[in-house]
């Protein structure tokens, strides 16, 4: 499997723009072929340890049961969607891939 996690450092992290980009993942993103794990969500602020990394405000978990199911989630329409509708807010995208188990 492949995990594609994305965190999301936003220009306006207002709750209402944070929520309209959890809003549009799930619209966008969710409905693909070949994810065995979809969530996204906020920042858990009440975790502020030495070792949490906090320079983002949303943060997206995406399971592909495979290479392949990711590579064609990558180039769909709904995906490209996402980031037009999106990509204006954004200030920093980090994208980290691994295969798991």
Not at 21 to 44: Q, R, W
Request: hydrophobic share 45%.
């Amino acid at each position: 499997m492949l995990s594609h996690t994305v965190f999301f450092t936003l220009k306006d992290s207002s709750d209402a723009a944070c929520q309209f980009l959890v809003d549009a993942a799930h619209k966008f993103l969710k409905p693909h072929d070949g994810i065995a794990y979809f969530g996204i969500g906020k920042l858990a602020a009440e975790y502020d340890r030495p070792v949490n990394d906090r320079e983002f405000h949303i943060a997206l978990n995406v399971v592909f049961d495979t290479k392949e199911a990711h590579d064609v989630y990558q180039v769909s329409e709904k995906h490209l969607e996402f980031i037009a509708l999106g990509k204006e807010n954004w200030d920093k995208v980090r994208v980290f891939d691994a295969y798991v188990d």
